[in-house]
């Protein structure tokens, strides 16, 4: 069975610093990765997706990286500002079915 | 241009009670999921829809039911609800199965007393 861990479970930080988030998960038989962004009393936001063929996809000032074999992807922040607050949950997934992590609660502060 | 819209957004159900949770999405998605989340535990895959009229158990399916009579709606059942129903629940969909597209709704919090 999939078991999806993310570090850290929170993250308080001020504006303009980079930052890693780390995702690992169990079984490497996965189809993808994706990334999603929840804010508090709303519904998950797709970020990125990462196919299992691929090593990273980058969107903006976001990066992410998917090593597949270890189990392992990150999530890069660039120059973090006060509106990325919020929940960040991996997702390895089989085809359309994803297993997510409890995710990082990130705060930036201005 | 509204996407994934869920009903109600929320609901207090006594022991015993039953209810319906709408989800409808208007970019004609293929695939509809019902997920629910809980502190500390991530969201689970309940149950899932791969088109019109298909249904399929996802990870946590006791004590849900589910129906996709038609293409933009899914439906979730709770035929006699328990306390440890109350969470959080998130209908998604997705165009196809690889995975691009995937639109989530923002929630129904269900509390069961």
């Known amino acids: 069975k999939q078991e999806v861990t993310q570090i850290p479970a929170a993250l308080s930080v001020p504006e303009g610093e980079n930052l890693v988030l780390n995702c690992s998960f169990t079984?490497?038989?996965?189809?993808?990765l994706q990334w999603f962004r929840q804010d508090p009393g709303k519904g998950l936001t797709s970020l990125l997706l990462?196919?299992?063929?691929?090593r990273e996809q980058t969107s903006g000032r976001l990066n992410a990286s998917l090593d597949k074999s270890s189990g392992r992807s990150t999530l890069y922040i660039a120059a973090s500002q006060p509106g990325d607050s919020a929940t960040y949950l991996c997702?390895?997934?089989?085809?359309?079915?994803?297993?997510f992590g409890t995710g990082t609660r990130l705060k930036v502060l201005a | 241009n509204a996407g994934v819209t869920q009903t109600p957004k929320f609901r207090v159900l006594k022991t015993g009670q039953s209810m319906t949770l709408l989800c409808a999405q208007d970019?004609?998605?293929?695939?509809m999921y019902w997920y629910r989340q809980d502190p500390g535990m991530g969201l689970r895959l309940i149950h899932y829809?791969?088109?019109?009229?298909?249904?399929a158990k996802g990870e946590v399916p006791d004590g849900y039911n589910v129906s996709r009579l038609k293409k933009q709606n899914f439906l979730l059942g709770l035929e006699s609800a328990a306390p440890s129903q109350t969470s959080v629940y998130f209908c998604?969909?997705?165009?196809?199965?690889?995975?691009?597209?995937?639109?989530f709704g923002s929630g129904t919090r269900l509390t069961v007393v």
């Open positions: 998604a969909s997705s165009p196809d199965d690889r995975g691009y597209g995937y639109t």
């Open positions: 079984d490497s038989a996965i189809y993808n």
């Open positions: 990462i196919q299992s063929s691929q």
């Open positions: 997702a390895p997934g089989g085809t359309y079915k994803y297993i």
């Open positions: 970019m004609n998605h293929e695939y």
């Open positions: 829809s791969v088109g019109e009229g298909t249904t």
